[in-house]
């Protein structure tokens, strides 16, 4: 896995690193997606990165966001210095991209912080890097968002949390993206954004993807792409590395339904007529970790020669004749006969104690 120590560049020129959790809880809740507080109340950048804070989270995701005005498909960018010839340190797009404004100057000038939207054209190599840099202040505008959904994406668990009416409605596997030494921009950009337009189905080398939402520039939230195979379409291929980093830069979600119906196609039902949904990506920062579920935590299986695991007696990866699924407990899960069972990939249960260890591991901060 690959892991990142991103900077935070100072408009002072000093760049210095920032330090700034959910299988189902959270290790360090303390863990703010911004550099620092300004005291913005139900603020992205202010909030914990905690998914059981569900209340603050719900006010955070429909409280106003801060983006700076134009066309949706273009770019601006954040300026070292507050005036227009200072170098641009970061790129900002418009009208999705939500900016942590840090202070207001008397010059018509306003400091603010994003993860930087530099995509593989960018001429600011600054791939996701958290920056503050100047932009006029006449730029900004604040808009209302969607008051019945939100969704957060954490790239730590690689999970979908969908919110209903101030409520955390259910869960989906995801992959967001997946960086390498020669393609850095492969990286999903972290912070707060809406969804601004449908887009549909779209083919990107050769797999297609459905279902796609635009939230930033060219980054979408679409349905896990299948590869066309003559008149057959195989989603197996990247169905089975959901729940990892995989993409290059979308964020690809379940197409099978959980227990309440939920996939792809459901968020894309319920938002392609409902723009302006708030949708808020967490960095998978070193020193986040992920919580150890609960070991009375009721899982399901299904006795009749079933491979998986379950969240739920009822789930739709097992056919009728089969349901209700037999009950045991998180506790149990290492022990005969469930030790040989598979994860669900439609109801999503939770994770294997040694996996949740593996990603831990990979993201233990660096002793001083």
Not at 125 to 150: E, M, R
């Amino acid at each position: 896995m690959l892991k990142r120590y991103f900077t935070l560049f100072l408009a002072a020129v000093l760049f210095v690193p920032i330090v700034s959790r959910a299988e189902t809880t959270v290790a360090a809740a303390d863990f703010i997606p911004g550099s620092r507080t300004v005291g913005l109340e139900d603020n992205y950048w202010e909030t914990p990165m905690d998914i059981t804070q569900t209340e603050r989270i719900w006010a955070m995701l429909t409280a106003p966001i801060t983006v700076v005005d134009g066309h949706q498909k273009e770019q601006t960018v954040l300026r070292k210095e507050p005036r227009a010839d200072a170098e641009a340190v970061a790129d900002v797009t418009y009208d999705s991209q939500g900016v942590h404004v840090l202070e207001t100057l008397d010059n018509g000038w306003s400091l603010v912080e994003v993860y930087s939207s530099s995509f593989h054209d960018s001429k600011i190599k600054a791939w996701n890097q958290l920056t503050q840099g100047y932009i006029k202040t006449s730029a900004l505008k604040v808009k209302k968002v969607n008051q019945k959904y939100g969704m957060v994406i954490d790239k730590l668990d690689q999970r979908l949390y969908i919110f209903v009416d101030g409520e955390l409605y259910d869960v989906l596997s995801v992959s967001t993206g997946l960086p390498n030494e020669r393609q850095p921009y492969n990286e999903t950009r972290s912070g707060e954004y809406l969804i601004v337009s449908p887009v549909g189905d779209f083919v990107s080398d050769n797999v297609v993807g459905e279902y796609a939402l635009r939230f930033n520039d060219g980054d979408f939230i679409h349905q896990v792409p299948y590869i066309a195979r003559g008149d057959n379409k195989a989603y197996e291929p990247l169905e089975k590395v959901l729940g990892e980093r995989a993409s290059h830069g979308c964020i690809r979600v379940q197409r099978k339904r959980t227990p309440k119906g939920t996939n792809m196609r459901w968020i894309w039902d319920k938002l392609r007529r409902n723009m302006g949904t708030r949708i808020i990506i967490w960095e998978d920062l070193q020193g986040r970790s992920l919580g150890m579920p609960d070991a009375q935590t009721p899982l399901f299986y299904n006795t009749q020669g079933g491979k998986d695991y379950h969240a739920a007696e009822k789930c739709y990866g097992v056919r009728d004749k089969y349901l209700p699924l037999t009950p045991f407990t998180y506790g149990e899960l290492e022990n005969a006969p469930y030790s040989a069972l598979n994860a669900c990939q439609y109801c999503v249960p939770p994770r294997r104690l040694a996996d949740i260890e593996v990603i831990n591991q990979a993201h233990r901060a660096p002793r001083m």
